[in-house]
């Protein structure tokens, strides 16, 4: 949980980090597994320690959209104003990369409230960071042409994997850019062609 020590606000306060390894419980999941569903009881605020997830909104139709990933050190602040709020999740919550996750328990967030102004400061400025990530994806939708939303999906997954090469399929990239697969592997080819990616099964690197 290395990853803890070194947020500003938990480093500031070593009683905050105390209790968030005293009331959090840590597990590990691969790759693929779901954290959160839509419409779902919140019960605990998850912290990744390590990997990372991808916070998606679907559609009735089953359709995706990337709305943001969480990287170590980062919480889902949907989890934390949905539990405060006893709401149900707006959202899907996915590990993009195999992590590993603390969970704090819903009914422990007012005591942390109550006590602690760094796990306020902590939050908004996730909340911050969130905001201004939706309005990119707003901008993104809005006015940005699909391969550059691609090619800027593809970036942020190769910055998350600190890897030039990107494990993922076509299919998972149009589902969190919220098109059709044949769509992107069209556009996926014509940046190959361009120089831009090399294409492999199941990996894409940027050049």
Known sequence: MEHLEQIPEFRSSPE??????????????KAGTVILNENASIRSIPIVTRGAMRVVRTEEEGKEILLYYIKAGESCIMSFLGGLHNETSKVKAEVEEDAEILFLPIEKVP????????????IFRLYHKRFEELLEVVNAIAFKKVDERLLDLLRKKSE???SKTVQTTHEQLANELGTARVVVS????????DGVVTLGRNKITLL
Do not use: M, T
Request: cysteine-free; hydrophobic content about 40%.
């Open 16 to 29: 905050l980090l105390e209790e968030l390894y005293k009331y959090g419980l840590q597990k590990e999941y």
């Open 111 to 122: 005591h942390f409230i109550r006590l602690y102004p760094q796990w306020l400061d902590y």
């Open 160 to 162: 998350l994997a600190s």
């Open 186 to 193: 069209r556009l996926l080819k014509q940046l190959e062609e």
